[in-house]
């Protein structure tokens, strides 16, 4: 029994607390359209905590300068697109870009000046919302930039195969079934190929996503079709856990996380592996600022608050190790889900924001404590 506890804790706690929510909101919280509010307004945990997970899979390594820089994004495409009126593909590319550059700046002072990840992130995370604030203030009186193109707000937000709210949109309910379908198949397959047997609790696992698919399916069939920010979410983990799981690179990076020294001894160049994980990371805010900015049709001042504390308390409660190693991308997925659950759950029992954040802070405090006594033995 405690073998199964300490392999599917997280699984657990994720259940505790969704029994939890569905009991103090009289199951309010399981009708459709909060469903897909989940995915909605938090989909920007989904993604950040993907490049979290990674840039936290090498050991005393973490980004705080995510939500800063998703603002620093945001104001950015504002400019570009409203007050430069560059098109949609250049615009995007020109993000991507300058994504790309906050990482590898960040990541080569960490790795090639032995600065710590913390300082530098935090100069990152001051400097970032300071220049997209500056940016908005610059070209707009109102705190916001507006006149963001058609076409970017298309490919960032809104929904694919459409319906009215309230008729049954088959077209999503069979395009998750299928997306379901094919994730059990390569499930099946991998397990196969590492030469494992499937247990009752792969099963029982294995069932358990496939009767939650069909009832995200189901949600997103009766309020107007699938979220195109889910889209992206399932994008980026999918890619992500095949390149993990699947590439000699994803593997090395994971091998070398807990030991920077021993794998620098057998040849593998870890700085360079320590400045990926941060291109990677700041990618992953680079899309989570397109899909804030399409969101909300324009650039905000507010863009970004909190989202580094909110990824990094999914990462916490999906039980991501800060000691670098292995991680689990399902897990630190299901961590995001957790956080998703408590701030809708929180917003439906109609809790004061202050109280909001104390009740968070000991759900999560409480998670974390039972996920690290069931894996005590592991830590010692």
Same mark, same amino acid.
């Given at each position: ?14 259940? /505790? ?97 032995? $600065? ?14 300071? /220049? ?120 090395? /990076? ?28 700041? /990618? ?27 990824? $990094? ?68």
């Amino acid at each position: 029994m405690k073998k199964y506890l300490r392999l599917y804790s997280t699984e657990i706690v994720f259940i /505790l607390i969704s029994l939890s929510f569905i009991l103090l909101t009289s199951a309010e919280i399981l009708r459709p359209m909060n469903i897909t509010a989940i995915f909605l307004q938090n989909s920007y945990i989904f993604i950040l905590v993907v490049g979290m997970a990674i840039c936290m899979s090498v050991k005393d390594n973490i980004d705080i300068s995510i939500g800063s820089f998703v603002c620093f994004i945001c104001a950015m495409g504002g400019v570009f697109m409203s007050i430069m009126k560059i098109n949609t593909l250049l615009s995007i590319i020109l993000l991507l870009i300058l994504g790309i550059m906050w990482g590898c700046l960040a990541g080569y002072i960490i790795a090639y000046f032995n $600065i710590p990840a913390w300082v530098t992130t935090l100069g990152g995370y001051l400097a970032f919302r300071g /220049l997209g604030v500056a940016l908005i203030r610059q070209f707009s009186n109102t705190g916001s930039i507006v006149g963001i193109n058609d076409s970017f707000l298309k490919l960032f937000s809104g929904k694919i195969f459409p319906s009215k709210i309230g008729s049954f949109g088959y077209a999503s309910l069979i395009f998750c079934l299928v997306l379901a379908s094919l994730g059990i198949i390569y499930k099946i397959l991998s397990i196969r190929k590492e030469g494992s047997r499937i247990t009752s609790s792969m099963v029982i696992g294995i069932a358990a996503a496939y009767l939650l698919s069909i009832w995200i399916g189901i949600c997103f069939a009766l309020t107007g079709g699938v979220p195109v920010s889910f889209i992206w979410m399932l994008i980026i983990v999918c890619t992500t856990a095949v390149w993990i799981d699947k590439t000699s690179e994803g593997r090395r /990076l994971l091998m070398l996380g807990a030991n920077l020294e021993n794998a620098r001894i057998a040849g593998v160049d870890t700085k360079r592996a320590v400045l990926m994980t941060y291109v990677f990371m700041s /990618l992953c805010a680079t899309v989570t600022g397109c899909i804030v900015l399409a969101r909300f049709h324009a650039s905000s001042s507010y863009a970004g608050v909190n989202f580094e504390m909110d990824t $990094i308390a999914a990462c916490a409660v999906g039980g991501v190790s800060l000691h670098g190693g292995k991680q689990k991308i399902f897990k630190a997925v299901l961590g995001a889900a957790m956080i998703g659950v408590i701030n809708l759950g929180l917003s439906l029992l109609g809790v004061d924001m202050n109280w909001q954040w104390i009740i968070k802070g000991i759900t999560i405090l409480i998670a974390v404590t039972f996920d690290r006594y069931l894996k005590k033995d592991r830590f010692e």
